[in-house]
Protein backbone atom coordinates (compact mmCIF):
# COMPACT_ATOMS: atom_id res chain seq x y z
CA UNK A 1 0.00 0.00 0.00
CA UNK A 2 0.92 3.00 -0.39
CA UNK A 3 -0.25 6.63 0.99
CA UNK A 4 0.12 9.94 -0.62
CA UNK A 5 -1.08 13.32 1.88
CA UNK A 6 -1.37 16.10 -0.34
CA UNK A 7 -2.17 20.01 1.00
CA UNK A 8 -5.76 20.00 0.12
CA UNK A 9 -8.46 18.26 -1.22
CA UNK A 10 -8.38 19.79 -4.26
CA UNK A 11 -4.51 18.59 -5.14
CA UNK A 12 -5.53 15.54 -3.92
CA UNK A 13 -8.07 14.92 -6.47
CA UNK A 14 -6.48 16.72 -8.96
CA UNK A 15 -3.45 13.49 -8.39
CA UNK A 16 -6.44 10.95 -8.59
CA UNK A 17 -7.75 11.76 -11.87
CA UNK A 18 -3.93 12.07 -13.08
CA UNK A 19 -3.93 8.92 -12.20
CA UNK A 20 -6.94 7.99 -14.04
CA UNK A 21 -5.92 9.70 -16.74
CA UNK A 22 -2.35 7.75 -17.18
CA UNK A 23 -4.12 5.11 -17.21
CA UNK A 24 -6.50 5.42 -19.91
CA UNK A 25 -3.42 7.08 -22.29
CA UNK A 26 -1.50 3.98 -21.50
CA UNK A 27 -4.29 1.34 -21.98
CA UNK A 28 -7.04 3.49 -24.02
CA UNK A 29 -9.40 0.00 -23.52
CA UNK A 30 -8.82 -0.04 -19.98
CA UNK A 31 -11.66 -1.45 -17.67
CA UNK A 32 -12.14 1.35 -15.09
CA UNK A 33 -13.85 0.38 -11.83
CA UNK A 34 -16.07 3.59 -10.60
CA UNK A 35 -17.32 5.10 -7.07
CA UNK A 36 -19.68 8.01 -6.82
CA UNK A 37 -20.42 10.04 -3.71
CA UNK A 38 -19.05 13.81 -2.87
CA UNK A 39 -15.60 13.10 -2.55
CA UNK A 40 -15.48 12.05 -6.44
CA UNK A 41 -17.26 15.01 -7.68
CA UNK A 42 -13.49 17.13 -8.17
CA UNK A 43 -11.82 13.90 -9.98
CA UNK A 44 -14.85 13.55 -12.45
CA UNK A 45 -14.74 17.43 -12.48
CA UNK A 46 -11.05 17.25 -13.84
CA UNK A 47 -11.61 14.45 -15.77
CA UNK A 48 -14.48 16.29 -18.16
CA UNK A 49 -11.76 19.36 -18.41
CA UNK A 50 -8.99 16.70 -19.67
CA UNK A 51 -11.53 16.16 -21.92
CA UNK A 52 -12.21 18.71 -23.27
CA UNK A 53 -9.36 20.95 -23.07
CA UNK A 54 -6.52 17.85 -24.02
CA UNK A 55 -9.09 15.43 -25.65
CA UNK A 56 -8.83 12.72 -23.43
CA UNK A 57 -10.52 10.10 -24.68
CA UNK A 58 -12.75 7.54 -23.14
CA UNK A 59 -14.18 5.68 -26.35
CA UNK A 60 -12.60 2.75 -25.89
CA UNK A 61 -12.97 2.01 -22.00
CA UNK A 62 -15.50 0.13 -20.78
CA UNK A 63 -16.50 1.10 -16.97
CA UNK A 64 -18.23 -0.97 -13.81
CA UNK A 65 -19.28 1.11 -11.00
CA UNK A 66 -19.07 -0.29 -7.03
CA UNK A 67 -22.97 0.01 -6.28
CA UNK A 68 -26.33 1.03 -6.74
CA UNK A 69 -29.37 1.57 -4.54
CA UNK A 70 -31.44 -0.83 -4.13
CA UNK A 71 -35.08 -0.04 -5.35
CA UNK A 72 -33.82 3.21 -6.91
CA UNK A 73 -34.33 3.25 -11.09
CA UNK A 74 -31.35 4.25 -13.24
CA UNK A 75 -33.68 7.65 -13.51
CA UNK A 76 -34.14 8.66 -9.95
CA UNK A 77 -32.07 11.37 -9.48
CA UNK A 78 -30.31 9.45 -6.02
CA UNK A 79 -29.58 6.74 -8.60
CA UNK A 80 -26.24 5.93 -8.94
CA UNK A 81 -26.94 5.49 -12.76
CA UNK A 82 -28.04 9.52 -12.42
CA UNK A 83 -24.57 10.71 -10.72
CA UNK A 84 -22.51 8.66 -13.14
CA UNK A 85 -24.71 10.31 -16.15
CA UNK A 86 -24.53 13.53 -14.59
CA UNK A 87 -20.66 14.02 -13.60
CA UNK A 88 -18.84 12.16 -15.80
CA UNK A 89 -20.81 9.66 -18.58
CA UNK A 90 -22.90 12.44 -20.54
CA UNK A 91 -19.82 14.92 -20.87
CA UNK A 92 -17.31 13.13 -22.14
CA UNK A 93 -17.30 10.48 -25.07
CA UNK A 94 -17.30 7.04 -23.47
CA UNK A 95 -19.97 4.71 -24.53
CA UNK A 96 -23.28 4.61 -22.52
CA UNK A 97 -23.39 0.67 -23.58
CA UNK A 98 -20.07 0.23 -22.00
CA UNK A 99 -21.07 1.61 -18.86
CA UNK A 100 -22.18 -0.49 -16.04
CA UNK A 101 -23.93 -0.52 -12.61
CA UNK A 102 -25.69 -2.71 -10.61
CA UNK A 103 -29.62 -2.77 -11.41
CA UNK A 104 -30.93 -1.82 -7.71
CA UNK A 105 -34.64 -2.44 -9.89
CA UNK A 106 -34.06 -6.08 -10.75
CA UNK A 107 -36.41 -8.35 -10.09
CA UNK A 108 -34.18 -11.51 -8.67
CA UNK A 109 -31.37 -9.48 -7.51
CA UNK A 110 -28.97 -12.45 -6.38
CA UNK A 111 -28.63 -13.14 -9.90
CA UNK A 112 -28.20 -9.64 -10.87
CA UNK A 113 -25.22 -9.79 -8.77
CA UNK A 114 -24.50 -13.16 -9.80
CA UNK A 115 -24.55 -11.48 -14.00
CA UNK A 116 -22.41 -8.25 -12.39
CA UNK A 117 -19.42 -10.69 -11.66
CA UNK A 118 -19.92 -12.34 -14.79
CA UNK A 119 -19.86 -9.32 -16.56
CA UNK A 120 -16.94 -8.29 -14.69
CA UNK A 121 -14.94 -11.29 -15.50
CA UNK A 122 -16.01 -11.16 -19.13
CA UNK A 123 -14.39 -7.76 -19.26
CA UNK A 124 -11.16 -9.33 -18.32
CA UNK A 125 -11.15 -8.00 -14.70
CA UNK A 126 -10.75 -4.48 -13.65
CA UNK A 127 -7.42 -2.48 -14.42
CA UNK A 128 -8.23 0.26 -12.46
CA UNK A 129 -11.18 0.75 -9.38
CA UNK A 130 -11.24 4.13 -8.04
CA UNK A 131 -12.68 3.65 -4.07
CA UNK A 132 -13.93 6.00 -1.50
CA UNK A 133 -14.16 5.15 2.19
CA UNK A 134 -17.33 5.39 4.06
CA UNK A 135 -17.58 7.03 7.65
CA UNK A 136 -18.05 2.91 8.66
CA UNK A 137 -15.17 1.98 6.96
CA UNK A 138 -16.71 0.23 4.12
CA UNK A 139 -15.47 0.20 0.47
CA UNK A 140 -17.69 0.19 -1.79
CA UNK A 141 -21.08 -0.30 0.03
CA UNK A 142 -19.11 -3.12 2.53
CA UNK A 143 -19.89 -2.90 5.41
CA UNK A 144 -18.71 -3.52 8.86
CA UNK A 145 -18.45 -7.69 9.38
CA UNK A 146 -18.01 -7.71 5.58
CA UNK A 147 -16.18 -10.76 4.69
CA UNK A 148 -12.96 -10.49 2.93
CA UNK A 149 -13.91 -12.86 0.11
CA UNK A 150 -16.71 -11.17 -0.39
CA UNK A 151 -18.65 -10.80 -4.03
CA UNK A 152 -20.91 -8.45 -5.16
CA UNK A 153 -24.36 -8.68 -3.25
CA UNK A 154 -27.27 -6.87 -1.58
CA UNK A 155 -26.03 -5.27 1.52
CA UNK A 156 -27.90 -3.63 4.54
CA UNK A 157 -26.57 0.23 5.07
CA UNK A 158 -25.82 0.40 8.47
CA UNK A 159 -26.83 3.75 10.93
CA UNK A 160 -23.33 5.33 10.01
CA UNK A 161 -23.95 5.01 6.70
CA UNK A 162 -27.49 6.23 6.41
CA UNK A 163 -26.37 9.24 8.47
CA UNK A 164 -23.74 10.00 5.71
CA UNK A 165 -25.93 9.83 2.97
CA UNK A 166 -29.27 11.16 3.73
CA UNK A 167 -28.26 14.82 3.32
CA UNK A 168 -29.11 13.69 -0.35
CA UNK A 169 -32.50 12.62 0.04
CA UNK A 170 -35.29 14.49 1.18
CA UNK A 171 -36.65 12.73 4.32
CA UNK A 172 -35.44 9.14 6.04
CA UNK A 173 -38.52 7.50 4.31
CA UNK A 174 -36.93 8.24 0.88
CA UNK A 175 -33.67 6.59 1.72
CA UNK A 176 -33.32 3.04 0.63
CA UNK A 177 -31.73 0.92 3.62
CA UNK A 178 -30.37 -2.03 0.98
CA UNK A 179 -27.90 -1.60 -2.30
CA UNK A 180 -26.20 -4.36 -4.29
CA UNK A 181 -22.27 -3.76 -3.79
CA UNK A 182 -19.19 -5.32 -5.35
CA UNK A 183 -17.90 -7.75 -2.68
CA UNK A 184 -14.22 -6.55 -0.96
CA UNK A 185 -12.98 -10.19 -2.34
CA UNK A 186 -14.35 -8.55 -6.27
CA UNK A 187 -12.35 -5.08 -5.22
CA UNK A 188 -9.43 -7.13 -4.01
CA UNK A 189 -8.98 -9.15 -7.53
CA UNK A 190 -8.55 -5.44 -9.07
CA UNK A 191 -5.27 -5.06 -10.34
CA UNK A 192 -5.04 -1.50 -9.14
CA UNK A 193 -6.82 0.14 -6.37
CA UNK A 194 -7.25 3.92 -5.74
CA UNK A 195 -8.57 5.47 -2.67
CA UNK A 196 -9.31 9.18 -1.70
CA UNK A 197 -10.80 10.57 1.43
CA UNK A 198 -10.70 14.07 1.85
CA UNK A 199 -11.86 15.84 5.29
CA UNK A 200 -11.49 15.87 8.74
CA UNK A 201 -14.38 13.45 9.35
CA UNK A 202 -12.97 10.58 7.58
CA UNK A 203 -9.55 10.80 9.39
CA UNK A 204 -9.95 7.83 12.24
CA UNK A 205 -11.28 5.61 9.73
CA UNK A 206 -8.47 6.44 7.56
CA UNK A 207 -5.92 5.88 10.28
CA UNK A 208 -8.25 2.66 11.34
CA UNK A 209 -7.61 1.58 7.33
CA UNK A 210 -4.05 2.10 6.43
CA UNK A 211 -2.17 1.59 10.31
CA UNK A 212 -4.83 -0.36 12.24
CA UNK A 213 -5.39 -3.98 12.15
CA UNK A 214 -6.83 -6.10 9.26
CA UNK A 215 -10.24 -6.32 10.21
CA UNK A 216 -13.69 -7.03 8.68
CA UNK A 217 -15.18 -4.23 11.03
CA UNK A 218 -12.99 -1.75 9.26
CA UNK A 219 -13.70 -3.41 5.24
CA UNK A 220 -11.39 -0.46 4.10
CA UNK A 221 -8.71 -2.43 5.92
CA UNK A 222 -8.66 -5.24 3.47
CA UNK A 223 -6.60 -2.87 1.28
CA UNK A 224 -3.46 -3.35 2.88
CA UNK A 225 -3.55 -7.28 1.05
CA UNK A 226 -4.06 -5.36 -2.06
CA UNK A 227 0.00 -5.69 -3.92
CA UNK A 228 -0.92 -2.09 -5.67
CA UNK A 229 -3.23 -0.05 -3.92
CA UNK A 230 -2.38 3.76 -3.52
CA UNK A 231 -4.55 5.83 -0.63
CA UNK A 232 -4.79 9.29 -1.56
CA UNK A 233 -5.24 12.13 1.46
CA UNK A 234 -5.89 15.51 1.81
CA UNK A 235 -3.87 16.88 4.94
CA UNK A 236 -7.34 16.42 7.41
CA UNK A 237 -8.11 12.74 6.29
CA UNK A 238 -4.61 12.29 7.23
CA UNK A 239 -4.38 14.31 10.16
CA UNK A 240 -4.53 11.21 12.44
CA UNK A 241 -1.87 9.05 10.92
CA UNK A 242 1.80 8.38 12.59
CA UNK A 243 3.51 7.31 9.83
CA UNK A 244 2.62 10.67 7.79
CA UNK A 245 6.56 11.37 7.43
CA UNK A 246 7.83 8.65 6.21
CA UNK A 247 4.71 8.42 3.30
CA UNK A 248 5.42 12.30 2.46
CA UNK A 249 9.28 10.77 2.86
CA UNK A 250 8.02 8.10 -0.03
CA UNK A 251 6.05 10.25 -2.19
CA UNK A 252 8.74 12.74 -3.01
CA UNK A 253 11.68 10.26 -3.42
CA UNK A 254 9.32 7.93 -5.74
CA UNK A 255 10.27 8.55 -9.84
CA UNK A 256 6.90 7.54 -10.47
CA UNK A 257 5.31 10.75 -9.24
CA UNK A 258 7.89 12.93 -10.41
CA UNK A 259 5.92 13.79 -13.55
CA UNK A 260 2.99 15.02 -11.39
CA UNK A 261 4.90 16.61 -8.88
CA UNK A 262 6.79 18.77 -11.17
CA UNK A 263 3.08 19.96 -12.91
CA UNK A 264 1.37 20.32 -9.17
CA UNK A 265 4.60 22.73 -8.27
CA UNK A 266 4.07 24.33 -12.14
CA UNK A 267 0.43 25.02 -11.20
CA UNK A 268 0.92 26.29 -8.17
CA UNK A 269 3.14 29.06 -8.90
CA UNK A 270 0.35 30.01 -11.85
C1 LIG B 1 -20.07 5.03 -3.46
C2 LIG B 1 -19.14 4.27 -2.62
C3 LIG B 1 -18.95 4.65 -1.18
C4 LIG B 1 -18.41 6.08 -1.04
C5 LIG B 1 -18.20 6.43 0.43
C6 LIG B 1 -17.73 7.87 0.60
O1 LIG B 1 -20.10 4.52 -4.76
O2 LIG B 1 -18.58 3.33 -3.07
O3 LIG B 1 -18.06 3.74 -0.58
O4 LIG B 1 -17.20 6.20 -1.74
O5 LIG B 1 -19.39 6.26 1.13
O6 LIG B 1 -18.75 8.74 0.20
P1 LIG B 1 -18.54 10.32 0.18
O7 LIG B 1 -17.52 10.62 -0.85
O8 LIG B 1 -19.90 10.88 -0.19
O9 LIG B 1 -18.09 10.70 1.55
Redesign the pocket.
Known amino acids: MEVIIQPSASAAADLVAWIIAGQLRAHPRSVLGL??????GGVYSRLVDMHVEEGLDFSGCRTF???EYVGLPGEHPNS?RHYMNQHLFNKVNIDLRNTHLPNGMAKDLAAECEKYERLIEQAGGIDLQL????RSG????NEPLSSFNSRTRVESLVPA?IE?NLQFFEGIEQMPRQAITMGVGTILECRRCVLLATGRDKAEMVARAVEGPLTSMVPASALQMHSASTVVLDAAAGSQLKGAQHYHWQFENDAKWKAFRGAASVDARG
Open positions: ATGSTMNLDYLGIGHIGFTQ
